[in-house]
């Protein structure tokens, strides 16, 4: 489990190809300060498991089977591509974020990005199925980043943009996460808030 805090950028070190899938080296020097191996690390939203750490050269590398590829926005993941890096949390970890899993719902891409002196707004179209989950002001995790909702699209009154979510990112998240370099067209892994898919599976088993 996750808060959607990034803790650091790494770096895609190395992707060796395997049959099903591939074996992925991310070079982060506090993500593997004190990881061990089948520890849990997001890796860009996507909750993937260390099989093999060094703490030398700062990395850990962990197997992507070729569903999460197909799933996820890691499927077009190149050497040199930044990601964002969120260690799990444990018992004494600060709460900052809210509740995230690492498993990814569904890939949106960025619309547009509109810079302003204080903030940067940032529209994301998402999955529509994925939209019931979506509530202004309510928490949705981009890239494994943990942000607040701002506006909700919904493809009606005859908005084009179809189903979005619009967010304002502070300097200090541009400069901590990916979203500094993200462009429009560019993929991000969309998780929605776990308490709202509870929530509609017991109102489901209660026939509500």
Same mark, same amino acid.
């Given at each position: 489990?996750?808060?959607?805090? !990034? ?6 070190? =190395? ?17 593997? +300060?004190? %990881? ?27 197997? %992507? ?17 930044? %990601? ?39 529209? !994301? ?6 939209? $019931? ?5 309510? +928490?949705?995790?981009?890239? =494994? ?24 990112? !502070? ?10 370099? $993200? ?24 026939? !509500?």
């Amino acid at each position: 489990m996750f808060t959607g805090i !990034i803790e650091e950028l790494g770096t895609v070190a =190395g992707i060796e190809q395997l049959p099903d899938a591939i074996r992925l080296t991310v070079r982060g020097p506090l993500a593997t +300060s004190d %990881v061990n191996r089948g520890d849990s690390i997001s890796v860009g939203g996507t909750c993937l498991t260390a099989v093999e750490i060094d703490k030398s050269a700062g990395t850990f590398t962990a197997d %992507v089977m070729n569903e999460t590829l197909r799933l996820t926005s890691l499927q077009g993941i190149k050497l040199g591509d930044r %990601v964002n890096l969120e260690r799990a949390m444990t018992a004494a970890t600060r709460f900052g974020g809210h509740v995230v899993q690492g498993h990814v719902d569904g890939v949106g891409q960025i619309l547009s990005v509109e810079p302003s002196d204080n903030w940067t707004w940032v529209r !994301i179209a998402i999955p529509t199925e994925l939209m $019931k989950y979506v509530v202004l002001k309510g +928490s949705i995790t981009l890239d =494994g980043v943990s942000l607040t909702v701002n506006e909700v699209g919904d493809g009606t009154a005859g908005d084009k943009k179809g189903s979005y979510v619009g967010v304002s990112l !502070i300097p200090e998240t541009l400069a901590l996460t990916t979203f500094g370099v $993200k462009q429009p067209g560019d993929l991000v892994n969309v998780e929605a808030d776990v308490m709202a898919k509870h929530i509609e599976r017991l109102l489901e088993a209660r026939g !509500i």
